[in-house]
């Protein structure tokens, strides 16, 4: 998938969302005053519970999954190295969440402070993921993730840290797998060890540890982007016998 048309399709994912977390209560209620069935009583409960238990969660699924699926095709597209699908796969699962607490500042009962304290790390770190992905490398000499081997060293150490921090800070993280695995086990295994994650990546510091990271993420990304060969760019501007 080139990046026109990954921008495309993620922008679709964010409207359905939008539409889905913002709008679809209105449907809801349209669809319930039309029916009339609030002239017979109780008779409006399958309709509400259909409409917001099941066709709202799944609409908010199915923009979730299109973020998902695109970012794979065009990690493929890319041809890059493989390992980084599971690594977004771990961001996505982990940030799911905090787009729904943000959909609450619609109806006015998003306060600063919940934004804030439910912020998680992964949220942040796709966030920049996805974004580096929409350059179209495909249309220039840039090369994903640059050509240095210590800079995509470093990426790899920054992306590593921001997928434990994202499982460690995660409440039931491994209740998905567990779920699809048919493995119970899983799940508790994860709990169990999530606390000792933590206490070991956020170094006493809190959270400022993975903001840190987060900082030398985006800065290891965009120094991606800069010419392989500056000085051989530079060349043609160089006075004539600066070189001696």
């Known amino acids: 998938m080139f990046a026109g048309r990954y921008l495309w399709w993620m ?9 889905f977390s913002m709008c679809f209560d209105y449907v809801t209620w349209a669809i319930v005053a039309m029916s009339g069935c609030a002239e017979i009583a109780g008779s409006c409960g399958p309709i509400v519970l259909a409409m ?10 199915l923009a979730g999954a299109l973020m998902v699926i695109c970012t794979f095709a065009r990690l493929r597209y890319l041809s890059v190295n493989w390992l980084w699908a599971p690594v977004a796969l ?50 220039g000499r840039m090369v994903p993730f640059g050509q240095r081997a ?14 434990l921090a994202a499982i460690a800070e995660t409440p039931g993280f491994g209740a998905l797998p567990a779920r699809m695995l048919g493995m119970p086990w899983i799940a508790a295994t ?52 600066s070189r001696h």
């Open 90 to 139: 771990v961001w996505f699962s982990a940030s799911a969440d905090f787009p729904g607490i943000l959909a609450g500042g619609w109806t006015g009962q998003l306060r600063p402070e919940m934004v804030v304290e439910s912020l998680p790390v992964a949220f942040l770190f796709v966030t920049v993921f996805c974004g580096y992905l929409f350059i179209a490398f495909e249309e």
């Open 52 to 61: 917001s238990g099941a066709m709202k969660p799944s609409g908010i699924g």
């Open 11 to 19: 922008l679709i994912a964010v409207a359905i969302f939008l539409f």
């Open 190 to 241: 994860i709990a169990a060890f999530q606390p000792r994650l933590a206490a070991i990546f956020d170094l006493g510091t809190g959270s400022i540890t993975a903001y840190a990271m987060l900082g030398v993420f985006v800065a290891a990304l965009s120094a991606s982007l800069l010419p392989q060969d500056i000085a051989r760019l530079a060349a043609p501007f160089m006075l004539r016998g």
């Open 150 to 163: 210590w800079l995509r060293a470093i990426i790899w150490i920054a992306a590593g840290y921001g997928v």
